[in-house]
């Protein structure tokens, strides 16, 4: 179960760097945090911590939830919209096209 820790711990590590954009991972507060819980909670000969694998579940479920707000914002940037579109491109976009608009001087006989 060491390297299901670890694992998720490298994958913490991974996206608090995207979300920081520091290399060096001591100055980031939540992972010397997340670092000292998962030596806190490990299971040694002298104590054992609450539920064997809760530190784990913790984890993977808050990597989850940084992995998801990434995507999410990606998904954001990637399909947010431009604005207003006026009628003409609206119909453009589904490939339609709008009838003339009628105006009174193109429909006035020229006087000869």
């Not at 998720?8 to 991974?14: D, E, F, I, M």
């Not at 709008?98 to 009628?102: A, G, N, Y």
């Given at each position: 179960m060491?390297s299901r820790?670890s694992q998720?711990?490298?994958?913490?590590?991974?996206e608090l760097?995207?979300?920081?954009?520091?290399?060096?991972l001591q100055?980031?507060?939540?992972y010397?945090y997340l670092?000292?819980q998962?030596r806190?909670f490990?299971v040694?000969e002298?104590?054992v911590?609450?539920?064997?694998?809760?530190?784990?579940?913790?984890?993977?479920?808050?990597?989850c939830h940084l992995?998801s707000?990434?995507?999410?914002e990606?998904?954001?940037?990637q399909?947010?919209g431009?604005?207003?579109?006026?009628i003409e491109?609206?119909?453009?976009?589904?490939?339609?096209k709008?009838?003339?608009?009628?105006s009174?001087?193109a429909?006035?006989?020229?006087d000869?």
């Open positions: 060491a820790s998720v711990l490298r994958s913490l590590a991974k760097k995207a979300i920081y954009k520091k290399e060096n100055e980031i507060p939540t010397t670092q000292e998962f806190n490990s040694t002298q104590k911590c609450r539920a064997q694998h809760e530190v784990n579940h913790v984890a993977a479920t808050y990597l992995e707000a990434r995507k999410l990606e998904l954001c940037s399909y947010r431009r604005g207003e579109r006026t491109s609206s119909a453009n976009i589904v490939g339609l709008l009838p003339k608009l009628f009174e001087e429909s006035k006989p020229s000869q």
